[in-house]
């Protein structure tokens, strides 16, 4: 296993077009966490799943996104109509129930210009 | 509202030596769960050290221990004999017991100095 992996690791979008991100959590997690960095801010909680069932959505989350976890495995993070504000590192995270403790990805760094 | 603050955005410390990093958190909650991630330029945040609330031992990891005073809602990191490795921006978070939510500070920026 190699750890919570998200793809892509960058991308340049231009204002107002859709992207969609994805995060493979780590085998067996049925937790899954989407948070939002900028630069020089701590991570900012977005949504959080337990298994298929996304049950906690912050009023962070504008309607313009929306993310999704089928079969309680991988999940994506769609954003429409992306504005510049938008531009910041998305982070997943997945943990076990057992656990208390979150494991990150590396991140999608998204750039809107 | 449930906040975690760190006063200190950017630290120095020689290699070798020790240093602490500050942590304060805000919450009515009595039962919950603290943490130190590290998160290294351009790589991923990983766990350094958790602390869970009922327990009255300070959680130690190798080089890493905290200083947990719960009355205070105190949480700070110590490093010791610190390496060139330990550079990055270092978080606290906390996690009430009851929810799913991971509360984060705005982080605080290492340098180890060689």
């Known amino acids: 296993d190699t750890g919570v992996s998200q793809n892509p690791r960058h991308k340049i979008t231009k204002r107002g077009q859709n992207v969609t991100f994805r995060c493979d959590p780590i085998?067996?997690?049925?937790?899954l966490y989407w948070y939002r960095q900028t630069l020089g801010q701590g991570p900012e909680f977005l949504t959080y799943?337990?298994?298929?069932?996304?049950?906690?959505k912050s009023r962070l989350l504008s309607d313009r996104f929306s993310a999704e976890r089928p079969k309680g495995s991988f999940s994506t993070l769609e954003i429409q109509r992306t504005e510049q504000g938008d531009s910041a590192m998305y982070l997943c995270?997945?943990?076990?129930?057992?656990?208390?403790?979150?494991?990150f990805g590396q991140g999608t760094r998204l750039t809107v210009v | 509202a449930q906040t975690v603050t760190q006063s200190q955005p950017e630290m120095s410390v020689q290699e070798a030596e020790t240093v602490t990093l500050s942590c304060t958190y805000d919450?009515?909650?009595?039962?919950?769960?603290l943490f130190w991630y590290k998160q290294p330029p351009s790589r991923q945040m990983i766990l350094v050290i958790r602390?869970?609330?009922?327990?009255?031992q300070n959680a130690t990891e190798n080089r890493f221990s905290v200083n947990f005073q719960k009355a205070a809602k105190s949480f700070s990191l110590k490093i010791s004999d610190s390496q060139l490795g330990d550079a990055a921006m270092y978080f606290c978070?906390?996690?009430?017991?009851?929810?799913?939510?991971?509360?984060f500070g705005t982080g605080t920026s290492l340098t180890v100095i060689p």
């Open positions: 799943f337990q298994n298929e069932a996304q049950l906690e």
């Open positions: 978070a906390y996690r009430p017991n009851t929810g799913n939510q991971f509360y």
């Open positions: 085998s067996e997690h049925n937790r």
């Open positions: 602390q869970e609330a009922y327990k009255q």
């Open positions: 919450t009515s909650e009595s039962d919950y769960y």
């Open positions: 995270a997945s943990s076990y129930r057992q656990l208390t403790e979150a494991f």
